[in-house]
T-cell receptor
Framework: GQQLNQSPQSMFIQEGEDVSMNCTSS?????WLWYKQDPGEGPVLLIA?????ELTSNGRLTAQFGITRKDSFLNISASIPSDVGIYFC????????????FGKGITLSVRP | EAGVVQSPRYKIIEKKQPVAFWCNPI?????LYWYRQNLGQGPELLIR????????DSQLPKDRFSAERLKGVDSTLKIQPAELGDSAVYLC?????????????????FGPGTRLLVL
């Protein structure tokens, strides 16, 4: 089946630092999404990317949809303690097969 | 605007017992999804509804799992009987969809999940 690769499994940064997360796939997706999940909660959509090459920002977050449609990255600038959580990338087809395929997630820790 | 609502938030049962989860999607969202999330993993789709029709249940273990969305709004997911390996978080999501040429309408929004522990 389709697989999305996120690594490393965990990242530890200092408050104020920038961090970049990458997600790769062996399959092409029409949409890339980045979600954040806090303990005891469901994933919350951070950024959605709908077009290859698209670069989108949401506050301190920036994400890009790779030209090959097989990868995406998420950057968080000037990290703060509330950025702690698990970051999932997800690829989505459209139309009849619009299910999301998720990566395993990256757990981000931010040291004050 | 209210988000996706799920209940209960937590459930502890003994193996071989039945269990049911309930989901109320965002108002106006026609597509509803049930996902299972194992510890340390991303969510995996179990079933997708468009209105009251299950359009993708290929990943639903039909020997013990069942789901329904009778009026095209709320949905329930049932496990009978539960096994130890069913311990996981069960997430419900919804989207406006279906709209093959308008991808924004297929963006999925998740509820908080039901955390199931089978002893």
């Amino acid at each position: 089946g389709q697989q999305l690769n996120q690594s490393p499994q965990s990242m530890f940064i200092q408050e104020g630092e920038d961090v970049s997360m990458n997600c790769t796939s062996s399959s092409i997706f029409n949409t890339w999404l980045w979600y954040k999940q806090d303990p005891g909660e469901g994933p919350v959509l951070l950024i959605a990317l709908y077009k290859a090459g698209e670069l989108t920002s949401n506050g301190r977050l920036t994400a890009q949809f790779g030209i090959t449609r097989k990868d995406s990255f998420l950057n968080i600038s000037a990290s703060i303690p509330s950025d702690v959580g698990i970051y999932f990338c997800a690829g989505q087809q459209t139309g009849a097969n619009s299910k999301l395929t998720f990566g395993k997630g990256i757990t981000l820790s931010v040291r004050p | 605007e209210a988000g996706v609502v799920q209940s209960p938030r937590y459930k502890i049962i003994e193996k071989k017992q039945p269990v049911a989860f309930w989901c109320n999607p965002i108002s106006g969202h026609n597509t509803l999804y049930w996902y299972r999330q194992n510890l340390g993993q991303g969510p995996e789709l179990l079933i997708r509804y468009e209105n009251e029709e299950a359009v993708d249940d290929s990943q639903l273990p039909k020997d013990r799992f069942s789901a329904e969305r009778l009026k095209g709004v709320d949905s329930t997911l049932k496990i009978q009987p539960a096994e130890l390996g069913d311990s996981a978080v069960y997430l419900c999501a919804s989207s406006l969809g279906p709209a093959p040429w308008q991808v924004v309408e297929e963006t999925q929004y998740f509820g908080p999940g039901t955390r199931l522990l089978v002893l």
